[in-house]
Each structure stands twice: as structure tokens, then as C-alpha cells.
């Protein structure tokens, strides 16, 4: 007989939580950085995709490549909170790039 795979959910979410708050903190050093070394346009928004998939490389690496151990599947871990940050991303950028290129 198959084992069926058991999960915790208090365990579950605390590691989602850490997901999302982990790629929003990304987003936001992001948009500094990006802001400060002066992109526009696509530059910036290549520049935030390139960071997402950084983090989800990052994201595995912690969990050991073993995802099923601590989530439920891959596109948690790959896809979760990828756009949801995209909002703090541009708002950093824009401010970052307004203090240091336009004032």
C-alpha cells in the first residue's frame, strides 16, 4: 500500500507565511536597488523577474530541493507571491529613482 503523504498545517502556513515574506522583502530591497541604479522601462521589470526567480532558486536551496517535504507542491514555492510584490517592487523603484535621479 502507497503511503499518503501527511502535512501539518500550522507547519504549512508558517511556511507560506515565510514565502511571502520573504519575496515581499526581495521586492522591496529590489525596487531600491533598481530605483538607485537608474532602470526604466523593461529594465526594471526584467530586473524584479530576475530577483523572483533568484528567490525561488533560493527558496528550494533552504528546503533542501525536497519540496514535498514542507509543502504541498512545487508551485508554492515556485509561484506563490511571484506577482504579489510587483505593487511594493514599483512603488520602491519609482521613489528610489525619483530621490536619487530626479531631486
Known amino acids: 500500500m502507497d503511503s499518503i503523504p501527511t502535512f501539518n498545517a500550522e507547519h504549512l502556513q508558517s511556511n507560506m507565511k515565510t514565502i511571502y515574506y520573504s519575496r515581499t522583502f ?14 526604466t522601462s523593461l529594465t526594471g521589470f526584467i530586473f524584479y523577474f530576475l530577483i523572483m526567480a533568484i528567490t525561488s532558486v533560493g527558496l528550494l536551496a533552504k528546503a533542501g530541493f525536497t519540496v514535498h517535504s514542507y509543502f504541498d507542491s512545487w508551485n508554492r514555492v515556485l509561484l506563490d507571491g511571484f506577482l504579489g510584490g510587483l505593487m511594493s517592487f514599483v512603488l520602491f523603484w519609482t521613489f528610489a529613482y525619483d530621490l536619487v535621479h530626479i531631486f
Open 26 to 39: 526581495l521586492s522591496i530591497i529590489g525596487g531600491v536597488i533598481a530605483g538607485i541604479m537608474g532602470f
